[in-house]
């Protein structure tokens, strides 16, 4: 009986903080584990039922969650699309790759950047451990030959290479009544480097994700693989497939979110079909929080302040979902303070990669909390817009230096003395208390220049202009 199977037998569990990871000491599988990652776009952290939302229905992600672990306090590293993205699949900031700007809040098919070559992104770590990666859905981390998915690692590529609300010829309407069409968008979808389809069809394109991830998870099935699943929905401009529309009693944002959450059933069993689901850690999330200026098109924050574009939570706490059958107690609520850059050293160390050495990382892995056996290692997020740092949490207390109401035509508001909130017992950060906590607020000052120290930026990649003819 091999170690696993022991504690099965004893009906032991992560919590009891018996089961380690898939690598490295007290290893409980020789095979390497499989990754995959479901992304959403600008899902926001009320927008699944099982983190509160009265009349959205996702039973497939209530499940994961049941099945694994619910993570409450989970950032992403920007509250826009490409810099979210370029933080994920490098474990870096955004500010270290270049991926972030002050003029241009994410690449445009009139840009001429993307992903520099120097970053090493989880795809390229995980190669020379054997693994096989596909990426399927939304890539925004530049759209040329150049920095497409099959030049970052990954041996094949589907989807729509930036967001689907692009080349736009009407804008999508903001009247909760009127459907967008498919034509006022002209965005291309790609296979590896070419464009097979214009404008993609959207209402299908989240069937479509779904039905290559899964004949990847198939084809691979006999060896490690990692799928990035990035969904264009629900971005607007929202699309659903038939059998989704108008079902949702959340409206036409439901249907496509509804959509979503069937998509996720459809990975999941298939994991459990091909026998690998006890040797794959899924984990769900969305880039940034919920696009509000779209009122019904655009997702729900939930309890937390604001949206996407802002610093203030509900630009960048987002829901996410764990789930790794054997390994993960189910029913797991972690509170700890984690990020998505918290993932490549998570599968790094998963994979038995060692981490490069020659750059700074801004994550830690996240082993020990998902396995149960120790807590979350982060006790720092900074929240970044563009180049700038606007706001700061250490363990729960968070100041803000500069705020803005993103998308709603407020000007930048810089806070001195910044605001201080403490997100724990404050998640709606309603209740500024810095004049009681004089201490907190110079301990987190102090904090803020220590990190600002490591930060090096690089030139924005997302200023360089597309060239003539290209
Ligand atoms: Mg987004």
Redesign the pocket.
């Known amino acids: 009986m091999n170690r696993r199977d022991f504690i099965k037998a004893m009906g032991w569990t992560a919590a009891a903080g018996l089961v380690g990871p898939a690598v490295g000491a007290g290893a409980i599988s020789e095979k390497k584990p499989n990754f995959v990652i479901i992304y959403a776009?600008?899902l926001g952290y009320g927008d699944l039922s099982c983190f509160g939302h009265p009349t959205l229905k996702t039973p497939h992600l209530d499940r994961m969650a049941a099945e694994g672990a619910k993570l409450t306090q989970f950032y992403s590293a920007a509250s826009?699309?490409t810099p979210?993205r370029a933080a994920l699949l490098t474990g870096r900031l955004p500010i270290r790759s270049g991926m972030c700007s002050d003029k241009r809040a994410v690449l445009f098919p009139d840009s001429g950047g993307g992903l520099p070559k120097s970053e090493v992104t989880i795809a390229e770590m995980l190669k020379p451990q054997g693994y096989a990666s596909g990426c399927f859905g939304k890539w925004h981390l530049g759209h040329l030959p150049a920095f497409l998915p099959t030049s970052n690692g990954f041996d094949t590529y589907f989807g729509i290479p930036y967001s689907n609300d692009m080349d736009r010829i009407k804008d999508a309407p903001k009247d909760a009544n009127t459907k967008p069409e498919v034509e006022y968008f002209n965005v291309p979808l790609m296979r590896d480097e070419e464009i097979i389809e214009r404008p993609a069809d959207q209402y299908t394109i989240t069937r479509r994700y779904t039905q290559e991830a899964l004949k990847f998870i198939t084809k691979n099935k006999n060896r490690p693989f990692f799928v990035y699943l990035a969904h264009n929905m629900p971005?607007i401009p929202l699309f659903s497939n038939k059998e989704f529309r108008g079902s949702s009693l959340r409206g036409l944002y439901g249907d496509v979110v509804e959509e979503v959450d069937w998509s996720v059933g459809q990975i999941l069993d298939a994991l459990r079909k091909q026998g690998v689901a006890e040797n794959t850690l899924v984990l769900f999330s969305s880039?940034?929080g919920p696009w509000l200026v779209y009122k019904q098109h655009g997702g729900s924050a939930g309890p937390l302040r604001d949206g996407?574009g802002s610093t203030w939570e509900g630009g960048m706490r987002e829901p996410a979902i764990a789930w790794w059958p054997g390994t993960i107690h189910a029913g797991s609520l972690l509170t700890d303070t984690a990020s998505t850059l918290d993932v490549f050293p998570t599968l790094a160390e998963l994979a038995g990669a060692v981490m490069p050495e020659d750059r700074i990382y801004d994550g830690y892995s996240l082993v020990p909390l998902l396995t149960g056996k120790g807590p979350g290692k982060r006790d720092i997020m900074v929240y970044y817009r563009g180049t700038q740092l606007r706001a700061l949490r250490k363990g729960p207390w968070k100041i803000h230096l500069f705020t803005k109401t993103e998308y709603m035509g407020q000007k930048i508001q810089k806070h001195d003395p910044p605001l201080l909130f403490h997100v724990e017992i404050d998640p709606g950060e309603q209740y500024e208390v810095g004049n009681q906590h004089p201490e907190i607020m110079a301990d987190l000052l102090e904090e803020v220049k220590k990190h600002q120290a490591t930060v090096k930026p690089r030139p924005s990649q997302l200023e360089i202009p597309l060239a003539k003819g290209s």
Do not use: F, G, L
């Open positions: 776009d600008d826009v699309c979210s971005h880039d940034n996407k």
